[in-house]
């Protein structure tokens, strides 16, 4: 596997102040929520931080398999649909959580799901930004993630080794 050319890791203490300023700007918003929806499996954290935050306590989970090989997004499948409760009104007061929008394939599946739903992740690249209504920060398309739960501790080069000076 070759590792993109931009790499974005990200530590549990930054991943839980980003949420957590999500959560600020949710926050201002002023909106009761009925309910948070999020996307599995990468909304699952920001979900958690978040419903903690706002004092949400009706959380749910719709599940979407994007099969890849980090290079390119393959086919999407939806593997669990939301309770339809939280489809009443067209998702109107429901909070849809996911941790990026990448190509804006996933997020566009679910907001078909609820279209009158608030779309909030924690990162968003430029092809899935349009999509969402509220995010904390946006990196460029060619930006892999690293997300917590997906790194071990590691020695890591310093940006100068990669720029073959």
């Known amino acids: ?7 974005f890791p990200v530590s549990w203490d ?13 926050a201002g918003l002023g909106i009761e929520w009925r309910g948070i929806v999020c996307i599995t499996r990468g ?5 958690a931080i978040i419903c903690r935050e706002l004092g949400i306590r009706m959380i749910e989970t719709v599940c979407v398999a994007s099969y890849h090989d980090y290079k390119a997004q393959g086919q ?8 339809p409760s939280m489809l009443e009104n067209d998702g109107e007061g429901i909070l849809i959580v996911d941790d990026l929008t990448d190509t804006g394939k ?10 009158k739903a608030h779309f909030a992740t924690v990162y968003a690249k430029p092809k899935g930004r349009p ?17 917590p ?3 071990g501790f590691t020695y890591q080069k310093p940006i100068s080794d990669h720029q073959g000076g």
């Open 1 to 7: 596997m070759s590792l993109p050319e931009k790499a």
């Open 14 to 26: 930054q991943f839980h102040r980003d949420a957590r300023a999500l959560a600020w700007r949710l």
């Open 43 to 47: 909304g699952l954290v920001p979900a």
């Open 76 to 83: 999407l499948e939806v593997l669990k649909d939301v309770t």
């Open 106 to 115: 996933t997020a566009a599946i679910v907001r078909a799901m609820m279209p």
């Open 131 to 147: 999509l969402v209504d509220t995010y904390v920060t946006e990196v460029s398309q060619d930006t892999w993630i690293y997300f």
């Open 149 to 151: 739960w997906d790194m």
